[in-house]
T-cell receptor, first 114, second 115 residues
């Protein structure tokens, strides 16, 4: 089936540790996005990538890093510099203007701090 | 910067009744898209309906329709014949009409459909 796969579903981070959230899509979409969801905050943009080997910071990029080496993959690393990483992380993708910028979402990763 | 405001943190509706969720936004752009996404307890984000700003006709999708007032920068969602499965968080979102661009989300409205 075509779609967006996020893994793991649950992730725990220790103090000072970097962790990586995986996002893979087989929709042949050009663009991919990472959003963070906190209670009462809606979704906020962390990073996005419109093409391979290129990405832009979103509103809350501090403490996070990404890479886009393949069209299908857009992993997000939560670094030790992110002091409050506990949240629900959503990955999305979109194909472009022809599809009116509709974004499709993965099932999310819940990150907690031990 | 674009902002999206949902002024109703929580709402409830009786099954089979109609409910309207409010959304206002602020932008200086003329061409853009507006969306309503649904997030049920599974937390999977699902697109409910989409509106293109250059279209005057309000979008409809089965029991879901919008009231798009461009001058007032208002984009409300009407759910008719509410069903228990409509219980979810509903997010209003904005994007520019220029290719693959990020969504700007409101903080959401939690809707409960009561039997």
């Amino acid at each position: 089936d075509g779609g967006i796969t996020q893994s793991p579903k649950y992730l725990f981070r220790k103090e000072g540790q970097n962790v990586t959230l995986s996002c893979e899509q087989n929709l042949n979409h050009d663009a991919m996005y990472w959003y963070r969801q906190d209670p009462g905050q809606g979704l906020r943009l962390i990073y996005y990538s419109q093409i391979v080997n290129d990405f832009q910071k979103g509103d809350i990029a501090e403490g996070y890093s990404v890479s886009r080496e393949k069209k299908e993959s857009f992993p997000l690393t939560v670094t030790s510099a992110q002091k409050n990483p506990t949240a629900f992380y959503l990955c999305a993708s979109s194909i472009g203007t022809g599809a009116k910028n509709i974004q499709y979402f993965g099932a999310g990763t819940r990150l907690s701090v031990l | 910067a674009q902002t999206v405001t949902q002024s109703q943190p929580e709402m409830s509706v009786q099954e089979a009744e109609t409910v309207t969720l409010s959304c206002t936004y602020d932008t200086s752009e003329n061409n853009y898209y507006l969306f309503w996404y649904k997030q049920p307890p599974s937390r999977q984000m699902i697109l409910v309906i989409r509106q293109e700003a250059y279209k005057q006709q309000n979008a409809t999708e089965n029991r879901f329709s919008v009231n798009f007032q461009k001058a007032a920068k208002s984009f409300s969602l009407k759910i008719s014949d509410s069903q228990l499965g409509d219980t979810a968080m509903y997010f209003c979102a904005f994007s520019w009409n220029s290719g693959n661009t990020p969504l700007v989300f409101g903080k959401g409205t939690r809707l409960s459909v009561i039997a």
